[in-house]
């Protein structure tokens, strides 16, 4: 099994978009977070289940 894990950086570059997209637009960081949050959850996802012909 593959472990996905964020860095301490990255979590603090992670926050810092957020606060730029919430500050372009109410409610825009939120959905950038969402957005990677699913992305990151795909990941696991195919980390648990590859897909057949991937090594």
């Not at 099994?1 to 957020?18: F, H, K, P």
């Not at 950038?32 to 992305?39: F, I, M, P, Q, Y």
């Amino acid at each position: 099994m593959i472990t996905v894990s964020i860095s301490g950086d990255a979590l603090e570059d992670l926050n810092g978009e957020y606060l730029f997209y919430e500050a372009q637009q109410v409610g825009l960081g939120e959905y950038v977070t969402s957005c990677l949050r699913a992305d990151i959850e795909g990941l696991r996802s195919v980390c648990r289940d590859p897909p057949r012909g991937l090594p």
